[in-house]
């Protein structure tokens, strides 16, 4: 119906923040990155806020370091931290987030 039509014309997708927390695992981060492309919700409505938990081994800074340029062009947040855990690296994450949902 032309009812249904105009509420759906009417609905926005929030902003959906998505955290993620990564420590020496470049392959993990990649596939990680990959699943949020891959996903049918609006890629606009999407936000990536992505803490390193102050990784060690070269290969883990040297694709952090590629993707810095990346997340400063889609507005996308990157924060390095000394090695303090996964759950302080979510909460620092979490003070970054933008998203009516996270």
């Known amino acids: 119906s032309s009812s249904a039509m105009s509420t759906l014309q009417q609905y926005e997708e929030p902003l959906v923040t998505v955290i ?5 695992n470049p392959h993990f981060l990649k596939q990680a990155l990959t699943s949020i ?19 060690t081994l070269p290969e883990a800074q040297a694709y952090l370091k590629e993707l810095s340029m990346e ?18 690296a979510r909460n620092l994450g979490a003070g970054f987030a933008q998203g009516g949902f996270i």
Do not use: C, H, M
């Open 20 to 24: 993620i927390v990564t420590y020496n």
């Open 71 to 88: 997340f400063d062009r889609k507005g996308w947040t990157y924060r390095q931290q000394d090695n303090r855990g996964p759950g302080a």
């Open 37 to 55: 492309a891959e996903q049918d919700y609006t890629q606009s409505k999407i936000e990536v806020v992505l803490v390193d938990d102050g990784s």
